[in-house]
């Protein structure tokens, strides 16, 4: 290249020849496009025009050329031919114009590159595209804008109304307003979103309005879907994809949620009555539409937890409005709540996408009426007896294997609502003892399957004193084969009677009461042979008999036949005195057994005045009374060669009730200390919530409870007020 | 003295002769107190390093003649012939003001040393200047702090020896006892509602916190929060006036006077 200065004037013919040619080619005039030569003497051109010194340099000059150049352009060709256009034919004239002037920039950006390259730089000043799109900007732009931005939006509202657009059409439209940004939305969000979301939410406003009045909920939400589906569609088509959450969000304000309320409650055909009929896909419509709006799921989770605690309560009271026998009736109360249950859990699960409102809102319901059971007792209780119900012999051998597991899963489920736990466990205690002591258990695995299911539920507290029960047995049946054994190599020491002896650890099984009852020769011998045996095993260990819980099969020899009779320990020590004795009166066998007034009558009446009549009473009434006299009925017979003699137990419900309340206290005390103890200083309120919250895994405190205990540890001096706010407990260490 | 007016030289003299102390003391407390007498008093009796003005041996004469002959304590008799004395009702509330001052462990009994720290703290030596006292110790009762403070102390002195809480006879006596130095309208309800509910010893803490609830809540209940720290004992009584219609819609329609 020859570094020789060129005239301003010879240059700038050359390049403005070449700047003619451009348009003519723009017009779709013949003419030949540029070779590559002629373009490289046009770059040249305006290389030796700007590569020099001063006053050689006409950098300046040739820059505003080219900003000249192109308003020329613009105001002689582009925008005339805009003038007098609407609508559509605005729209399409304006991209063919836009799509003209980039050509015509891209070109004459190519002459004058190496004005970008340095000249620009150094001047600080807009490079020569940027100097493009502000000239269409300022002659094109500004004056087409707001026509333009209608244009689109019509084009939209028709396409909503079902017809179709030239989407390809509008997505150029719209890219010119985001190039008119230079690199920033404003554009696009400012002249032409504004709008467009002002109007989509006015045209979704009417919509909805007549919509709200005619259809039903169903219909209304099958057209939410369409109608939020068709505006994604538009953000994909021809939208940018940065309005599609302001969109969204527009229509689901019109649509759902301006409306919440009415749609909710319509009365035959909102929540309540979905719910109702069972209507699934229409409830799972309803969470996929409200789950994205913030707290758009409320009311729903409200409704749905207010329809639960309906249906369960009305449940309850006509179970209990019912007049079945007293144990049927609750035990159909549990089956019906556990479908309850399980019908509503569907729900959550498959409707409401295990949402944690839903199931929050089904455990609030669920505790509202399970804690109520309209009768003398309470649903701890009521569920510890539906367990034992299933559990034991005889109870459901009807069932099979799956169908118990899935009741006893849904029965320790159940647990979860019902506030008195502890008492649960109490109750579910006593009578586990009571299987598992008179063999009436009916099968050993589901034993241990709800033990470890009330494991995982309520933790392993719980559960561990159940477990010791289990495990007792489990080792008592290993320590009989080893009594065996002993007796065995020491046959002198036989008592002569088959002795089984269980043993059971004291924490872990219930209380029961000691008893000092006299007994037999021949098993006060059976006691002492095992008492030997036992400390062969270990001296460290003391062993209390509790007689009340065993049995004894006995040899009734009647004048008919012999037949076994399978009794209590306690029933067969009152029968064994009539071997020495033919006759005797209440108070000897008062004295003979060392009995109490309360445990002899209940003893003496299932022997005399029950089904079983092995004894005969003077004079025969149906009670017992402490002047009556008994003799051995050698006339009794039975078809039965064996028949079991039940003793009916005592109720022990209210003692059950009371330990659980001393436990509680005990319980509440030690949560107060605990609490104290770590935080020193502390507000009542807070006090009172923190202990609920540590109590709350096993039974719901009684704020009263708590109250009383905090003023018993005020007055043990654990705890004081503090003198300036009697609010607030510190702790006296 | 010259600089004082009338009216205050007369307070300072008064001050003098009433509590045998220095005209510079006098001065002090009553410009302490913005010569209020009352006040000045106050100030004068809370000086722990101020000596008493008393004199020791007459204090002594005064304890023997009502020490029991067989131990060295005032005994009930002693008490008695006390009150006969300054010619009180035993049973009056100024005793336990007196009792009060010196500190006394438990009623009915004076150990010598609580009798001379009390006279002394009254700047007694003689029956005459206890006489004079005695309005003093009236006016105590007045002051909202010394109340609270006598009110407290009353629980520790009326309980018997080695027991936590207060028997209720005794308790319902002294409430009545001190509820009608500060008038309280519920209190025959109180008593009342524990002798019908309650039936058991009084806590300190219950005791304490009654005061509280008598002097910040309205005798129509209508400030009282049930979900607050109020003792169990005191949210029964509030309950039990509810459901006797004492209160209705909180106001107080309590039809039996006094």
């Known amino acids: 290249m020859e570094s020789k200065t060129i005239d301003f004037e010879r240059g700038w013919d050359h390049v403005y020849k070449g700047i003619k040619q451009l348009r003519r080619i723009l017009e779709g005039l013949p003419e030949p496009l540029f070779t590559s030569g002629e373009y490289v003497m046009l770059y040249s051109t305006v290389y030796n025009m700007c590569a020099r010194?001063?006053?050689?340099?006409?950098?300046?000059?040739?820059?505003?050329?080219?900003?000249?150049?192109?308003?020329?352009?613009?105001?002689?060709?582009?925008?005339?031919?805009?003038?007098?256009?609407?609508?559509?034919?605005?729209?399409?004239?304006?991209?063919k114009i836009w799509v003209n002037h980039k050509v015509m920039v891209r070109w004459l950006s190519r002459f004058f590159n190496y004005l970008d390259r340095y000249f620009v730089d150094y001047r600080s000043l807009p490079a020569l595209n940027e100097v493009g799109m502000t000239?269409?900007?300022?002659?094109?732009?500004?004056?087409?804008?707001?026509?333009?931005?209608?244009?689109?939006?019509?084009?939209?509202?028709?396409?909503?109304?079902?017809?179709?657009?030239?989407?390809?059409?509008?997505?150029?439209?719209?890219?010119?307003?985001?190039?008119?940004?230079?690199?920033?939305?404003?554009?696009?969000?400012?002249?032409?979103?504004?709008?467009m979301l002002r109007d989509t939410g006015a045209y979704y406003s009417r919509k909805a309005s007549s919509w709200i009045e005619e259809d039903s909920c169903p219909e209304y939400m099958l057209k939410c879907e369409e109608c939020l589906k068709k505006e994604r569609d538009r953000v994909f088509h021809y939208l940018r994809s940065s309005s599609e959450v302001k969109l969204i969000e527009k229509v689901q304000h019109e649509l759902l949620v301006t409306y919440i309320d009415r749609l909710l409650e319509k009365e035959h055909s909102g929540c309540r009555a979905l719910l109702r009929d069972d209507k699934a896909d229409d409830l799972s419509r309803m969470y996929r539409l409200y789950c994205k709006i913030p707290r758009g799921l409320d009311p729903v989770a409200d409704i749905f937890k207010q329809h639960v605690t309906a249906e369960g309560t009305a449940l309850v009271q006509a179970i209990g409005a019912a007049s079945n026998a007293p144990g049927v009736q609750e035990h159909v109360l549990l089956r019906k709540i556990i479908e309850l249950h399980c019908k509503y859990m569907a729900y959550v699960t498959d409707c409401f996408q295990n949402h944690n409102l839903f199931c929050n809102a089904l455990k609030?319901?669920?505790?509202v009426f399970c804690n109520n059971t309209g009768t003398d007792s309470s649903s701890a209780e009521l569920l510890a007896t539906f367990c034992d119900d299933i559990l034991k012999k005889g109870g459901s051998e009807k069932l099979s294997d799956e169908a118990i597991e899935e009741t006893l899963e849904n029965a320790v489920k159940l647990l979860a609502y019902i506030n008195d736990r502890d008492l649960f466990a109490e109750f579910y205690r006593k009578k586990l003892a009571r299987r598992l002591l008179f063999d009436r258990s009916a099968n050993d695995d589901h034993e241990r399957s709800v033990l470890s299911k009330l494991k995982q539920q309520c933790g392993e507290q719980f559960t561990s004193k159940m477990e010791g029960m289990v495990t007792d047995i489990t080792l008592s049946r290993e320590n009989h084969a080893a009594f065996e054994d002993y007796l065995r190599s020491n046959s002198a020491a036989h008592p002569g009677i088959d002795l089984t002896v269980t043993i059971l650890t004291t924490g872990f099984w219930p209380s029961y009461k000691p008893c000092n009852l006299n007994l037999p020769t021949e098993m006060i011998k059976c006691v002492e042979v095992f008492k030997g045996f036992y400390e062969t095993k270990t001296k460290h260990k003391k062993l209390t008999w509790i007689y009340s819980l065993g049995t004894c099969n006995l040899s009734g020899m009647f004048d008919q036949k012999t037949i076994e009779l399978v009794v209590s320990t306690h029933q067969a020590a009152v029968l064994m005195l009539f071997n020495t004795s033919d006759r005797l009166s209440y108070s000897e066998i008062m004295d003979q057994l060392n009995s109490t007034h309360e445990d002899l009558v209940r003893l003496l009446h299932s022997l005399s005045c029950a089904k079983y009549k092995i004894l005969s009473k003077q004079p025969d009434t149906k009670t017992i009374s402490r002047s009556d006299y008994f003799e051995f009925n050698s006339k009794f017979t039975n078809k039965l060669r064996r028949i079991k003699i039940p003793l009916p137990p005592v109720d022990e419900k209210k003692k059950i009730v009371e330990d659980v309340d001393k436990d509680r206290r005990y319980a509440i005390d030690a949560a107060i200390v605990r609490v104290m103890k770590t935080r020193k200083v502390l507000g009542y309120q807070q006090l009172v919530s923190e202990c609920v919250e540590q109590l709350s895994q096993t039974f719901k405190p009684d704020i009263k409870a708590i109250k009383k205990q905090i003023e018993d540890l005020i007055t043990r001096e654990f705890l004081e007020r503090d003198e300036e706010n009697p609010n607030t407990f510190k702790y006296l260490a | 003295m010259h600089k004082l007016g009338r009216g205050h030289r007369d307070k300072v003299q008064q001050f003098m002769t009433i509590t045998g102390a220095s005209e510079k003391i006098a001065l002090q407390a009553l410009k302490a107190s913005d010569w209020h007498l009352e006040g000045a008093f106050d100030f004068f009796y809370s000086q722990p390093h101020i000596k008493s003005y008393t004199d020791t041996t007459r204090l002594e004469e005064l304890y023997n003649r009502y020490k029991d002959p067989y131990t060295d304590m005032i005994l009930v008799d002693g008490i008695t012939l006390l009150c006969n004395d300054l010619q009180v009702d035993p049973q009056d509330i100024i005793m336990l003001v007196v009792s009060w001052h010196m500190k006394a462990s438990t009623m009915c009994e004076y150990s010598k040393e609580e009798f001379f720290i009390g006279l002394q703290a009254l700047g007694i030596d003689s029956l005459e200047k206890f006489r004079e006292r005695i309005p003093f110790m009236r006016s105590e009762l007045k002051d909202e702090q010394k109340f609270h403070e006598i009110y407290n102390f009353a629980f520790g002195w009326a309980k018997e020896k080695g027991q936590k809480s207060l028997a209720l006879d005794t308790a319902i006596g002294m409430w009545q006892l001190l509820f009608a130095e500060k008038q309280w309208p519920l209190v025959d309800h109180w008593c009342q509602f524990l002798q019908a509910r309650h039936n058991k010893a009084i806590s300190r803490d219950t005791w304490s916190q009654l005061l509280e609830f008598a002097r910040t809540i309205d005798p129509a209940l209508s400030n009282y929060d049930a979900e607050g720290a109020w003792p169990y004992l005191i949210d029964e009584f509030v309950e039990y006036m509810n459901e006797n219609g004492i209160i209705q819609n909180g106001q107080f329609s309590d039809r039996s006077q006094k």
Do not use: W
């Open chain 1, 53 to 95: 010194n001063p006053p050689h340099n006409y950098s300046q000059q040739l820059y505003d050329k080219y900003r000249e150049v192109l308003e020329e352009y613009i105001t002689s060709t582009l925008s005339p031919s805009l003038r007098g256009k609407r609508d559509e034919f605005l729209l399409r004239e304006l991209v």
């Open chain 1, 135 to 195: 000239c269409f900007t300022d002659l094109v732009y500004r004056e087409v804008q707001t026509n333009i931005k209608d244009a689109a939006i019509v084009l939209i509202g028709k396409e909503r109304e079902g017809d179709r657009i030239d989407c390809s059409l509008l997505k150029n439209v719209l890219d010119i307003f985001v190039a008119v940004g230079m690199g920033s939305m404003e554009r696009y969000e400012d002249d032409f979103e504004a709008d």
């Open chain 1, 364 to 367: 609030d319901a669920f505790k």
